[in-house]
Nanobody
Framework: QVQLVESGGGLVQPGGCLRL?????????????MGWYRQAPGKQRELVATIISSGGTNYADSVKGRFTISRDANNTIYLQMNSLKPEDTAVYYC??????????WGQGTQVTVSS
């Protein structure tokens, strides 16, 4: 089993910043991708950013230039979110996809951007 624990969400004013963390533990030898998705009320879950095991990254167009995904050697990923907008408000979910195709999700962390 794999466990993903997110932290770092909260309330921030427009233009502010937050840093999300996701720590992966359990039977992980290596992952194919880890990433962040978000779901706003009444909308489908959407990709925010992913990082593959070799270090390559991918971003949604809506966050390019504002968000940065990174990882450390302990299977923890981060999402640095700058210049936040009200439309970034959502529950952010951490995701891990293994090479064998197993897909894991965290419990989600709320990000609210409001004045």
């Amino acid at each position: 089993q794999v466990q993903l624990v997110e932290s770092g969400g909260g309330l921030v004013q427009p233009g502010g910043c937050l840093r999300l963390s996701c720590a992966a533990s359990g039977r992980i030898f290596t992952f194919y991708t880890m990433g962040w998705y978000r779901q706003a009320p009444g909308k489908q879950r959407e990709l925010v950013a992913t990082i593959i095991s070799s270090g390559g990254t991918n971003y949604a167009d809506s966050v390019k230039g504002r968000f940065t995904i990174s990882r450390d050697a302990n299977n923890t990923i981060y999402l640095q979110m700058n210049s936040l907008k009200p439309e970034d408000t959502a529950v952010y979910y951490c995701n891990l996809l293994t090479w064998s195709g197993n897909n894991y999700w965290g419990q989600g962390t709320q990000v609210t951007v409001s004045s």
